[in-house]
């Protein structure tokens, strides 16, 4: 008899003279090795990449569109023994599944809302495979040249009027103030004469005396 050890993230199917017999878990396992042959799958989270599509919206704009798949090996007696090459139809599941979302729905609403998928769709169709699909969600959009222009001179439009309104909200509150500055004045003329002796105090300020004020102030 030999010995087999399945690590945490294995199982390991055992074929007895090319028949399944049983699937093996963590830890370590006694066999016949004349008569046993063994298939290690992985059941670890994988992450799978569906690169850039042409596709048309529901309103005929044709965009590029990718996206990333989380999967798993949920079933691995189904995922060894139900198709050649599972991995690949997979692939293709979610293919479709990106081109049916995009094709369903307008160019505003895709750019709005283009994080999640359809993943229910994906995870009927290969669940026959012992393959779970935990998420599915859109990775990139790019626009046409065209509408890439008009969105951003959109962007630019926006921030433009942004800053304009926050140029005019500055002005009107320091007419405000200065509103205020001239009212207190008024009310107080004392404040006046405080304020001049303040900025006269100043090493940096430059009195300037005016002979008329002098004589006027005399008589």
């Known amino acids: 008899m030999a010995k087999i050890t399945v690590m945490e993230w294995q199982r390991v199917l055992a074929f007895h003279d090319g028949r399944f017999e049983r ?4 830890g370590r396992h006694r066999y016949n090795p004349r008569r046993t042959t063994h298939v290690t799958v992985d059941v670890r989270p994988q992450l799978l990449q569906v690169p850039g599509q042409e596709v048309l919206t529901r309103d005929g704009v044709s965009v590029r569109v990718s996206a990333t ?31 049916a979302k995009v094709g369903q729905v307008e ?20 669940a026959p495979l012992g393959i779970e699909v935990t998420d599915f969600r859109m990775r990139d959009l790019m626009l046409p040249g ?10 630019v439009a926006r921030e ?37 002796l303040q900025v006269a105090a100043e090493r940096s300020t430059t009195l300037v005396i005016d002979p008329r004020v002098q004589r006027s102030a005399a008589e």
């Not at 895709?110 to 769709?121: G, Y």
């Not at 009027?161 to 405000?176: C, D, P, Y």
Request: a negative charge.
């Open 107 to 126: 160019l505003e609403s895709l750019i709005s809302d283009r994080a999640t998928l359809d993943v229910e769709a994906v995870r009927a169709e290969v």
């Open 23 to 26: 699937l093996l878990g963590p």
């Open 69 to 99: 798949a989380s999967w798993l090996v949920s079933d691995p007696v189904a995922f060894t023994n139900g198709v050649a090459k599972p991995v690949p139809v997979l692939y293709a599941a979610l293919q479709e599944g990106l081109r």
């Open 146 to 155: 065209e509408l890439r222009r008009a969105a951003m001179d959109a962007v």
């Open 160 to 196: 433009r009027g942004k800053a304009v309104l926050e140029e005019a909200r500055a002005e009107a509150a320091a007419l405000r103030s200065l509103a205020n500055t001239a009212r207190l004045l008024e009310e107080h003329p004392a404040l006046l004469q405080l304020r001049t």
